[in-house]
């Protein structure tokens, strides 16, 4: 699936978002456009991981 923006509807969306976690054993996900975005939220979820220990 190709995510260009969510805010464009999309009916197979809620259904991939149900597959990914249960895949990958979370309960959330948050896809990307760019591995630059990917990347600025892995850093953003490490500091706050970091501050909160």
């Known amino acids: 699936m ?3 923006s969510r805010a464009f509807h999309s ?3 809620g259904e991939w978002y149900e597959k990914i976690c249960k895949l990958a054993g979370k309960d959330k996900a948050l896809p990307m456009n760019t591995g630059a975005e990917a990347v600025e939220t892995a850093l953003k979820a490490a500091r706050r991981w970091g501050i909160r220990c």
Request: glycine share 0%; no cysteine.
């Open 2 to 4: 190709t995510l260009v």
């Open 11 to 13: 009916d197979n969306l």
